[in-house]
């Protein structure tokens, strides 16, 4: 296997624009990369070779003569299977959507091609993103990377294998309660959660309109920030996207020194495993050591507000689904069932007290962290160690992301939320750190995991689990 394959986006942009390899040549080896492992792990419900090796003929031909459109010129980048995408299948995961061929790109997609990305194929998902594993009956499970017994997450699962084994160089998930983040962490990579509106979710299938974000997975933190800065930026066609323009980019530190990073035990350390809050506690005693003044936090009414995201979550899902349930009710996946009947049940009323509930907690929230100086939360990513495939059954689904992980909280608020790699268990499954920022402050976020990135030894023990991998060929 081509260490190629596993470098930075930057690194390889430029090797591409130095003419020292060919968007032809990084192609193909991507597509090799994925006819070895993909038979056992499952990360691509399409994968776009002719189309791919077409557009890498197109971008070569551009660095010949000296035009590079961004910084993603020949780079592949796998998708989720919730954005449209021009004159391919657009599933969703669903048997519902299995031949849906959109006439236009989401707007994420025309951003990345109009950076040269080459899209490699469309990434394996939970179906219509409603779960946190990436079990899949219709297009089979996705496997995570470490441990092929075991779920890699959802629900952009698909997304987050294929960056973890150098099948891609980046990916696009979506993130309604943590379907970015989660994933990441179980696979040992980076993900980012942008702050609601930042980036347009024009042509992304909805789960829930009040929740859904999209962003990049890749394996480094100076990677999402790249990708993040290329999809950015106000839509007009996209009711939710945000006029506020705050700069991506980012000056690396060398220190810590001078931030204060807020620790919330309720909730986020409750009822995790022994092993993820040892590996947690040891990265923010690191980040102390980097300089970082940590400080505990006390919050009121984390209950009550995560409850709401459940109430939101389900009844925006039936509204979206409700016209196509009458119709192909049998053709959805058994733990989508038990989620509609959940959502069917909620009253107006106690839809409009949960956005109300959600919006006078931020406000509090805000004014807590602005009042006590706090430039970020810092917290565990993943819980418990992941489930073993085919294990959790249908009716029980619904609870997962919450039991898995620590995630939902940055949707409720729609707060920026990195995660990056922080160790691993006695079970050599990664652990992830989720930094949790203010509306905007991606970049400050960028900058504390990008040094804490740099710091760690263990880092390279992501890349030595090729040596598995070759194991699965």
């Known amino acids: 296997m081509s260490e190629l394959l596993f470098k930075d986006i930057k690194s390889l942009s430029n090797m591409i624009a130095n003419k020292e390899i060919s968007p032809v040549d990084v192609t193909k080896q991507s597509l090799e990369q994925i006819k070895k492992l993909d038979p056992v792990l499952n990360a691509f419900i399409k994968v776009m070779s002719d189309s791919a090796l077409e557009e890498a003929s197109i971008l070569e031909k551009e660095v010949m003569t000296g035009q590079i459109r961004g910084p993603l010129h020949g780079v592949p980048i796998a998708v989720k299977d919730l954005l449209e995408t021009k004159g391919v299948e657009t599933t969703a995961g669903s048997k519902v959507f299995e031949n849906w061929i959109p006439s236009d790109d989401a707007t994420v997609i025309s951003k990345l091609?109009?950076?040269?990305?080459?899209?490699?194929?469309?990434?394996?998902?939970?179906?219509?993103?409603?779960?946190?594993?990436?079990?899949?009956?219709?297009?089979?499970?996705?496997?995570n990377p470490w441990d092929v017994t075991k779920i890699p997450g959802g629900s952009s699962g698909g997304s987050a294998v294929a960056v973890a084994t150098g099948m891609s160089f980046g990916a696009i998930g979506t993130d309604t309660a943590g379907s970015i983040r989660l994933p990441a962490a179980i696979c040992g990579i980076t993900g980012i959660k942008p702050t609601y509106g930042r980036v347009s979710r024009k042509g992304c299938l909805p789960f829930s309109w009040s929740l859904d974000h999209i962003g990049p997975m890749t394996r480094s933190v100076g990677d999402s920030a790249l990708m993040l800065d290329i999809i950015s930026g106000y839509d007009s066609s996209d009711s939710s996207s945000s006029k506020v323009s705050a700069p991506v980019d980012y000056s690396p530190l060398t220190s810590l020194k001078g931030l204060r990073?807020?620790?919330?035990h309720s909730h986020f350390f409750e009822e995790i495993s022994p092993e993820v809050e040892m590996v947690v506690m040891r990265a923010i005693s690191d980040l102390r050591q980097l300089g970082a003044e940590v400080v505990d936090v006390e919050v009121d009414g984390l209950e009550e507000v995560l409850n709401s995201l459940k109430l939101i979550a389900?009844?925006?899902?039936?509204?979206?689904?409700?016209?196509i349930l009458k119709k192909y009710k049998h053709l959805y996946g058994e733990d989508l069932q038990f989620r509609f009947h959940f959502g069917q049940d909620v009253l107006a009323t106690n839809y409009i007290n949960a956005q109300r509930t959600r919006k006078l907690f931020l406000s509090r929230f805000l004014n807590k962290i602005n009042d006590l100086n706090i430039d970020a939360i810092v917290a565990p990513t993943n819980a418990i160690e992941p489930f073993s495939i085919g294990t959790i059954p249908p009716q029980e689904a619904i609870n997962n992301m919450f039991t898995l992980g620590r995630t939902p909280f940055a949707n409720i608020t729609g707060l920026p939320a990195l995660t990056i790699p922080c160790g691993f268990m006695p079970s050599n499954l990664p652990v992830g750190l989720q930094l949790i920022g203010k509306p905007f402050e991606e970049s400050k976020l960028f900058q504390i995991g990008d040094l804490y990135e740099k710091t760690q030894e263990w880092v390279s023990k992501l890349e030595e689990n090729i040596i598995y991998l070759k194991t699965l060929v």
């Open 261 to 264: 990073l807020g620790v919330i």
């Open 314 to 323: 389900q009844s925006e899902v039936v509204a979206f689904h409700e016209p």
């Open 113 to 143: 091609k109009e950076a040269g990305a080459i899209i490699i194929g469309k990434a394996n998902l939970h179906e219509f993103a409603m779960g946190a594993t990436t079990e899949n009956a219709t297009f089979g499970n996705c496997r």
